[in-house]
């Protein structure tokens, strides 16, 4: 997650269905969207990935649309999601770290550490 007020990371340790990343946007994203824009007047960009197309997922972004907007997202357009450039500077940072990648328990600190 990131804005130009606040940048945070959520590590999420199992497969993200759509259960699961309800769970991430109501526990992680939507504190942080209160918090970072307390007029309610954030746009959250989301790609068109099955599990946020859900439609437990999109309810539940119907719900909180006074809280915050999503932003429509045409098919195909990773070239416009920032968060994708994000990732690609972080696979690179990571790639260099030969060592530290090859320890599974200490993957996700390397994440953090990159981020």
């Known amino acids: 997650m990131f804005s130009r007020a606040a940048l945070g990371l959520v ?3 199992q497969t993200t269905k759509a259960a699961n990343y309800l769970n991430i946007t109501a526990d992680q994203l939507h504190p942080y969207m ?3 824009f307390p007029t309610g007047n954030g746009i959250f960009q989301k ?3 099955p ?3 859900a439609r437990v997922v999109l ?3 119907e719900e909180h649309t006074d809280e915050f907007h999503l932003m429509s997202w045409p098919p195909n357009s990773p070239d416009l999601n920032l968060m994708e450039h994000i990732w690609d500077v972080m696979e690179r940072q990571l790639g260099a770290q030969t060592s530290s ?3 599974i328990t200490t993957w996700p600190d390397c994440c953090l550490d990159s981020w």
């Open 101 to 103: 990648r090859s320890n």
């Open 59 to 61: 309810k539940w972004f």
């Open 51 to 53: 599990r946020h197309k």
């Open 34 to 36: 209160v918090f970072v």
């Open 47 to 49: 790609d068109n990935a």
């Open 11 to 13: 590590v999420v340790q």
